[in-house]
């Protein structure tokens, strides 16, 4: 069974304190460090892939259960704790105006890393898609103010982002790594785990290709054949008048955003023309080619399910849900949840790993060895993360 992966998180307020930043980077450390010796590169981004683990990691190292700094605070210690460690792996971005420069840092780190120009290329390529992914073609009303992506030294990469939703309060995280699809803006995600589902337009999903190629035979169309079949649909929508044929392939619920009249306004039509010039071949090149985003996108939709009967899926990729409170109880919680930050427990946890690691490293690994053998009486449900 594979576990796809987004997570919803309640948006949370406040700082980690210092002393407990401290105890958290150095037990990040010593996590990651056993991690590396144990399964290699590979073997960390596939955990960082994974939502579940990298959940159950920031309950381990002290972190919230459910906040939404879950993501960012833990993805910044993660950045600092494999730079410092100098391994094969680093992270790129993080919050905000940190993740505009996500291309340069790759430059930075690629070239660190021993990374030929072309696989720095791709990896600007992934990310640029992975946001676009996030933001276009799956339009669940969550705006992204997070994107890293935790990449190796044989060019493996994992995307985490993090998009907010003010009105309901709450921050989602994605997960999207190379082993899952060839094409990045085709079902990318390696985890969707969520208690919040809604209905939302999703040109990710398979079920929606049919009306991607529409979409993007649209754009080569010419911007005023698709500004006429624009005007036609807000008429369907506003109820002015039916359009003819067939009948439609399912109802209209107007509860749904998607369903909204589209505004047809000059920078729209600037845009269907600008990607005209561009001539995209498939939706890769039309979202790495041309300034085309989340309103186009519908209105191209709509066209496509209101007059060509091509309607894309409207399934929020949320597949299962699950308790993080399963990994509450490591050290305690910043918030104090399920206890205070246990600082004696914590800084006994760090020795005993890093004394682990030491001994690992000059060729002991017996406790390594026994460690890893605790795992045999984990609920089955935790080894499959």
Same mark, same amino acid.
């Given at each position: 069974?594979?576990?796809?992966?987004?997570?919803?998180?309640?948006?949370?307020?406040?700082?980690?304190?210092?002393?407990?930043?401290?105890?958290?980077?150095?037990?990040?450390?010593?996590?990651?460090?056993?991690?590396?010796?144990?399964?290699?590169?590979?073997?960390?981004?596939?955990?960082?892939?994974?939502?579940?683990?990298?959940?159950?990691?920031?309950?381990?190292?002290?972190?919230?259960?459910?906040?939404?700094?879950?993501?960012?605070?833990?993805?910044?210690?993660?950045?600092?704790?494999?730079?410092?460690?100098?391994?094969?792996?680093?992270?790129?971005?993080?919050?905000?105006?940190?993740?505009?420069?996500?291309?340069?840092?790759?430059?930075?780190?690629?070239?660190?890393?021993?990374?030929?120009?072309?696989?720095?290329?791709?990896?600007?390529?992934?990310?640029?898609?992975?946001?676009?992914?996030?933001?276009?073609?799956?339009? +669940?009303?969550?705006?992204?103010?997070?994107?890293?992506?935790?990449?190796?030294?044989?060019?493996?990469?994992?995307?985490?982002?993090?998009?907010?939703?003010?009105?309901?309060?709450?921050?989602?995280?994605?997960?999207?790594?190379?082993?899952?699809?060839? +094409?990045?803006?085709?079902?990318?995600?390696?985890?969707?785990?969520?208690?919040?589902?809604?209905?939302?337009?999703?040109?990710?999903?398979?079920?929606?290709?049919?009306?991607?190629?529409?979409?993007?035979?649209?754009?080569?169309?010419?911007?005023?054949?698709?500004?006429?079949?624009?005007?036609?649909?807000?008429?369907?929508?506003?109820?002015?008048?039916?359009?003819?044929?067939?009948?439609?392939?399912?109802?209209?619920?107007?509860?749904?955003?998607?369903?909204?009249?589209?505004?047809?306004?000059?920078?729209?039509?600037?845009?269907?023309?600008?990607?005209?010039?561009?001539?995209?071949?498939?939706?890769?090149?039309?979202?790495?080619?041309?300034?085309?985003?989340?309103?186009?996108?519908?209105?191209?939709?709509?066209?496509?399910?209101?007059?060509?009967?091509?309607?894309?899926?409207?399934?929020?990729?949320?597949?299962?849900?699950?308790?993080?409170?399963?990994?509450?109880?490591?050290?305690?919680?910043?918030?104090?949840?399920?206890?205070?930050?246990?600082?004696?427990?914590?800084?006994?946890?760090?020795?005993?790993?890093?004394?682990?690691?030491?001994?690992?490293?000059?060729?002991?690994?017996?406790?390594?060895?026994?460690?890893?053998?605790?795992?045999?009486?984990?609920?089955?449900?935790?080894?499959?993360?």
């Amino acid at each position: 069974m594979r576990i796809e992966g987004i997570a919803d998180l309640p948006l949370h307020t406040g700082h980690v304190p210092p002393w407990l930043t401290k105890i958290m980077k150095r037990l990040a450390k010593a996590i990651v460090k056993i991690i590396l010796i144990e399964y290699g590169e590979e073997g960390l981004l596939k955990r960082l892939a994974n939502p579940l683990w990298f959940q159950a990691f920031n309950n381990a190292i002290g972190m919230d259960w459910d906040s939404s700094g879950s993501t960012t605070v833990t993805t910044a210690i993660l950045k600092e704790v494999l730079s410092e460690l100098n391994e094969g792996v680093r992270i790129a971005g993080g919050k905000g105006v940190i993740a505009r420069r996500t291309p340069d840092e790759l430059e930075v780190y690629g070239e660190e890393l021993g990374l030929p120009s072309k696989v720095i290329h791709e990896l600007k390529v992934v990310s640029v898609l992975g946001a676009k992914v996030d933001t276009s073609l799956l339009q +669940d009303h969550f705006t992204l103010y997070h994107h890293s992506i935790a990449f190796s030294e044989n060019g493996r990469w994992v995307i985490i982002q993090q998009g907010m939703n003010p009105e309901l309060k709450l921050a989602r995280r994605y997960h999207i790594a190379w082993y899952v699809s060839n +094409d990045p803006t085709i079902e990318p995600h390696t985890g969707i785990v969520s208690d919040y589902i809604g209905k939302y337009l999703n040109l990710t999903d398979k079920e929606s290709m049919r009306s991607r190629k529409i979409i993007v035979d649209l754009i080569n169309d010419g911007y005023a054949r698709v500004k006429n079949l624009i005007t036609e649909v807000n008429a369907y929508l506003k109820g002015l008048r039916p359009l003819f044929g067939e009948s439609l392939p399912r109802p209209i619920d107007r509860n749904i955003s998607y369903y909204r009249p589209v505004r047809l306004s000059s920078r729209l039509l600037k845009i269907l023309k600008n990607a005209y010039e561009v001539k995209p071949s498939n939706m890769k090149d039309l979202l790495l080619r041309t300034n085309v985003g989340p309103e186009t996108l519908r209105a191209l939709s709509l066209i496509s399910e209101l007059i060509y009967r091509e309607p894309p899926t409207l399934n929020d990729p949320v597949t299962t849900p699950f308790s993080p409170f399963k990994y509450a109880f490591t050290i305690g919680g910043k918030d104090g949840i399920p206890y205070p930050v246990k600082r004696e427990i914590a800084i006994s946890v760090i020795k005993e790993l890093e004394r682990m690691i030491k001994n690992a490293e000059v060729g002991g690994k017996e406790k390594l060895i026994a460690l890893r053998a605790l795992s045999k009486l984990a609920p089955k449900d935790l080894l499959s993360i």
